[in-house]
């Protein structure tokens, strides 16, 4: 492919500094984050045009009038520009039970982002996350690239080069290749999402001022990131949150993945 041929030409720009904070990703999520661009934040403005202020009759999946209410509030506050994130929190604490269930009962997801549209936040995915495994998916991503990235930019690049953020670029979309997974099921680079799995939809990764990330799920564009480390973290987070079994031919670009998030020895 040509964006892996022309990776040595690439790597000119100088890396923005990487920032975990759990408070951190609230403010992108509420303010945006991109330097010289007009797309607003992926955070807070991930809008589907499925979602709906006015609350439709949900006949399944719920218990009682008390679900109905957080559902409703959940679904009218995503449609705001403003949002009351402490009162988000709670209120996706507090319904995480249907939540699972409806998962679990391998409901449509369509369905799921329906009633539950801060899914669609990438702030919001990382923290359902983290409800589950009680780990930090967006922080390991940042350490697991961090460590990782020279060593596999050394297989493909003889000269070493500062670690800047096209690097870590490379590195993230180099990961399927490393492991002998097939690539199209981790990562669209300038062409259409075809796979119905968890997938990245990578624009002009090696543009600074034009690169673009997107979480797909079932073909359609479930969350837009801002950089390649939260788009990995968001696809490994996707699979866990929404419980879509791993893909035989990207397993082991995951299972090492995983290995990192939750420290345990891959087999």
Known sequence: LLW????KDRFKYVRRPIEDDEQVLRNKCKFGHRRGQTRKSSFAENKPDDVQVQVEEEPVHREGSAMDVHIKWLKQEYMKTQRNWKEVDNRMNVTIEIRRKMISDKAPLKDILRLFPFLRCPYQLF????LLTHMDIYKKTVEILEIYSEDILSLYVQKSLPLTDMKMTAACLLLPDVFGDDSSLFAAVNEEVKVVTPVLAVKNPFNVNSCEFALYVEREELAQLDDCTMALAALVAAFHVFDIPCPKRIHRTL?????????VRSP
């Open 4 to 7: 892996k041929r022309a990776l």
């Open 127 to 130: 923290r359902e996350f983290q």
């Open 255 to 263: 299972n090492f993945l995983e290995s990192l998030v939750f420290d």
